[in-house]
């Protein structure tokens, strides 16, 4: 659904003076308030479901799941850039007790990383706050 009503892929670049991933323009999905919808619907998900009291995220599913989970956190990236940077550094992450650290550095991973790198980043980050 994402890729498909979310509308085109913001073009992402890098800026040198802060170190992150600036996006180019505004959300268009084909859909609107789709871009909205992916933000408070999708995104808390990735969240919700490592948070279960029965996930493993050692476990090789547990791993899959986190995986695409990440996946998921880049595809709403493409899709809506900086709203959804300031969606989760003002609402989700602060909400869920997440330290600014912790907030900036995931912040720079999605910004930063490639998919394979930040579903690493991801999957250490969920077992880091398991422990």
Known sequence: ????????????RLS????????????????PGFDHF?????????????SNSNFDP??????????????????IYAKTGQAYLTYLRDMELSGMGMDSGT???????????????FQRFFQNLVQRSTR
Not at 1 to 12: K, S
Not at 58 to 75: I, S
């Open 1 to 12: 659904m994402v890729v498909a009503w979310g509308g085109p892929d913001l073009e992402l």
């Open 16 to 31: 040198t003076s802060a170190n992150a991933s600036l996006a180019n323009g505004n959300p268009q999905p084909k859909l």
């Open 38 to 50: 992916m933000m408070t619907t999708f995104s808390p998900l990735c969240w919700a479901i490592p």
């Open 58 to 75: 050692k476990d090789a599913q547990g791993q899959l799941v986190l995986a695409e989970a990440a996946v998921l956190q880049k595809a």
């Open 103 to 117: 907030i900036e550095e995931y912040l720079r991973a999605l910004c930063n990383f490639d998919t394979k790198e």
